[in-house]
């Protein structure tokens, strides 16, 4: 019996793209529904539950506070926040297709949620997404969603909700080459565990990918969340993208660590897919996204 291959495979849009300046990210989720994505997925019943919008795009400019959009940010992200624990079942796997990374501290949550903390990340991206609002460069909380996760944040209220907070040795990120230098002073400091590219070249991808589900997960009882955002991958490979970092992840690569992944069984149980944006690229950009789809559910 195939990896999954009787449960239900829910896909889940998350249209937004107020966490990031580039517009476009937010109409991924009717792209892909509309190149039929489903009958890529070889496995299970797979079902598209919805789409949730975002509020009307505004990107706040100049910043008036440390995180930009922050009022339709966190009205946005706690509405995922609790469909995502609305549509998933026992039996089922959670693909979420943004928009930006700004969803992962709702999704994230939501799986910690469900599993009552039993949960073990694989961030694979070119960044580290770890900045705090006082840290970030920019203001935009599309990298700050693991700081958040991580219980980083001092406020502001409108992001404090019950939603809980992620252990740094529950997560293990993957494709590492462009962070800020705040970020990885802090990142270094409370120990989180990152391979950069230069690192998973010196030691091949498959001792990466076991290394990381073994930090993550050492005694092989966690439910397993993947949050992919597609610049963790070569610009080659993915050019529609809105942070590019050149010399990045294979297919290849990502499909041994898929193949890994999937290795956990049933304990695999959600997936975000997110960053991927149609309107600065779309053919090859396309072409790629099928195949990560293809290579996740087969």
Same mark, same amino acid.
């Given at each position: 019996?195939?990896?999954r291959?009787?449960?239900?495979?829910?896909?889940?849009?998350?249209?937004?793209?107020?966490?990031?300046?580039?517009?476009?990210?937010?109409?991924?989720?009717?792209?892909?529904?509309?190149?039929?994505?489903?009958?890529?997925?070889?496995?299970?019943?797979?079902?598209?539950?919805?789409?949730?919008?975002?509020?009307?795009?505004?990107?706040?400019?100049?910043?008036?506070?440390?995180?930009?959009?922050?009022? +339709? $940010?966190?009205?946005?992200? !706690? #509405? &995922?926040?609790?469909?995502i624990?609305?549509?998933?079942? =026992?039996? *089922?796997?959670?693909?979420?297709?943004?928009g930006?990374?700004?969803?992962?501290?709702?999704?994230?949550?939501?799986?910690?949620?469900?599993?009552?903390?039993?949960?073990?990340?694989?961030?694979?991206?070119?960044?580290?997404?770890?900045?705090?609002p006082?840290?970030?460069?920019?203001g935009?909380?599309?990298?700050?969603?693991?700081?958040?996760?991580?219980?980083?944040?001092?406020?502001?209220?409108?992001?404090?909700?019950?939603?809980?907070?992620?252990?740094?040795?529950?997560?293990?990120?993957?494709?590492?080459? +462009? $962070?800020?230098?705040?970020? !990885? #002073? &802090?990142?270094?400091?409370?120990?989180?565990?990152?391979? =950069?590219? *230069?690192?998973?070249?010196?030691?091949?991808?498959?001792?990466?990918?076991?290394?990381?589900?073994?930090?993550?997960?050492?005694?092989?009882?966690?439910?397993?969340?993947?949050?992919?955002?597609?610049?963790?991958?070569?610009?080659?490979?993915?050019?529609?993208?809105?942070?590019?970092?050149?010399?990045?992840?294979?297919?290849?690569?990502?499909?041994?660590?898929?193949?890994?992944?999937?290795?956990?069984?049933?304990?695999?149980?959600?997936?975000?897919?997110?960053e991927?944006?149609?309107?600065?690229?779309?053919?090859?950009?396309?072409?790629?996204? !099928?195949?990560?789809?293809?290579?996740?559910?087969?």
């Amino acid at each position: 019996m195939s990896w999954r291959s009787n449960d239900n495979i829910k896909i889940l849009g998350s249209a937004v793209s107020i966490g990031q300046p580039r517009q476009g990210v937010e109409k991924t989720p009717s792209v892909l529904q509309a190149e039929k994505i489903e009958d890529l997925i070889s496995i299970g019943r797979v079902t598209w539950v919805e789409t949730i919008d975002q509020p009307a795009y505004t990107y706040e400019n100049p910043r008036l506070n440390p995180i930009r959009n922050v009022q +339709d $940010l966190a009205k946005y992200n !706690k #509405i &995922l926040y609790e469909k995502i624990l609305s549509h998933l079942g =026992t039996e *089922d796997f959670l693909l979420t297709i943004g928009g930006d990374h700004s969803i992962g501290s709702a999704t994230v949550g939501a799986m910690l949620k469900a599993t009552n903390g039993n949960l073990g990340v694989i961030w694979i991206d070119a960044h580290g997404d770890c900045n705090t609002p006082e840290t970030s460069p920019s203001g935009n909380y599309h990298g700050m969603p693991v700081a958040h996760l991580l219980g980083l944040f001092q406020g502001p209220v409108e992001f404090q909700w019950d939603q809980p907070k992620l252990s740094p040795t529950s997560i293990a990120m993957i494709g590492i080459r +462009d $962070l800020d230098p705040e970020e !990885k #002073i &802090l990142m270094d400091r409370i120990g989180i565990k990152y391979y =950069t590219m *230069d690192m998973i070249h010196e030691i091949g991808i498959e001792t990466t990918i076991t290394e990381a589900l073994a930090y993550i997960d050492p005694d092989g009882t966690k439910k397993i969340h993947m949050s992919f955002d597609v610049d963790g991958i070569d610009p080659q490979l993915v050019p529609g993208t809105g942070t590019r970092a050149p010399n990045g992840l294979t297919l290849h690569d990502y499909a041994v660590i898929a193949q890994k992944v999937k290795l956990t069984g049933d304990r695999f149980a959600s997936m975000d897919l997110v960053e991927i944006n149609f309107d600065i690229e779309r053919n090859v950009t396309l072409d790629s996204v !099928k195949e990560i789809i293809r290579i996740t559910f087969q």
